[in-house]
């Protein structure tokens, strides 16, 4: 079993840039496809972005697409998540989710497919 950990998130003004990372311990995420989600108060848990167990693909939404950048840091055992020209639209709680995958080239973009998640971490966007 693997346990997930974000941090890095904050208070931001519009336009500005912030960097969440998500720690995995008890396995290595080598075996995982990763993803990052958010929840934004009265709203569903969406995607954000997916990177593959490879690290070789990745997956963005919409409305994150050009912004944001997914990578992975297998020697780490660290997911990032990359944050520039952060929108106020973009406040929410943040979420890693992992889900042990064998195809090392496949992103996983549904959240009901993940089998791990951390706990969250919250980014506010100022306008």
């Known amino acids: 079993q693997v346990q997930l950990v974000e941090s890095g998130g904050g208070l931001v003004q519009a336009g500005g840039s912030l960097r969440l990372s998500c720690t995995a311990s008890g396995r290595t995420i080598s075996n995982y496809a990763m993803g990052w989600f958010r929840q934004a108060p009265g709203k569903e848990r969406e995607f954000v972005a997916a990177i593959s167990r490879s690290g070789g693909a990745t997956h963005y939404a919409d409305s994150v697409k050009g912004r944001f950048t997914i990578s992975k840091d297998n020697a780490k055992n660290t997911v990032y998540l990359q944050m520039n020209s952060l929108k106020p639209e973009d406040t929410a709680v943040y979420y890693c989710?992992?889900?042990?995958?064998?195809?090392?080239?496949?992103?996983?973009?549904?959240?009901?497919?993940?089998?791990?998640w951390g706990q969250g971490t919250q980014v506010t966007v100022s306008s």
């Open positions: 989710a992992a889900k042990p995958w064998l195809l090392p080239g496949k992103v996983i973009t549904d959240k009901n497919e993940y089998a791990y």
